[in-house]
């Protein structure tokens, strides 16, 4: 199962920077609007995380996307380097560790 997590993450990931296309169908764009926003791509790679995928796994995928030849079809499209830029500041930041009342022990 976790690997049908990680396949989804990396499409999800492609999707998102490629882009919508210059002849989409308003089905496409509509589906794009609704969808296709940084926030709900980040709940579909959070949702992965939470089924195994790492924030590493994540941040060495949009290296890859970045630097990859395979990939080069999916940065040259208009604005994806702008996106790319855009989900890669938030998985480069180190998760923060949060001070909850509940974890800490006081005598």
Aim: glycine residues 4%; proline residues 1%; contains cysteine.
């Amino acid at each position: 199962m976790r690997e049908w997590h990680v396949k989804h993450m990396e499409q999800t990931l492609v999707r998102f920077v490629k882009g919508l296309s210059e002849n989409a169908t308003r089905w496409e764009i509509r589906l794009n609007n609704k969808y296709g926003k940084i926030g709900r791509v980040h709940k579909r790679i959070e949702y992965d995380v939470k089924h195994g995928v790492t924030n590493k796994e994540v941040f060495t995928f949009l290296q890859l996307i970045r630097t990859e030849s395979s990939y080069h079809d999916v940065r040259s499209c208009e604005g994806s380097m702008k996106r790319l830029d855009e989900i890669q500041s938030y998985y480069s930041q180190q998760p923060q560790l949060f001070n909850n009342w509940n974890y800490t022990v006081t005598r």
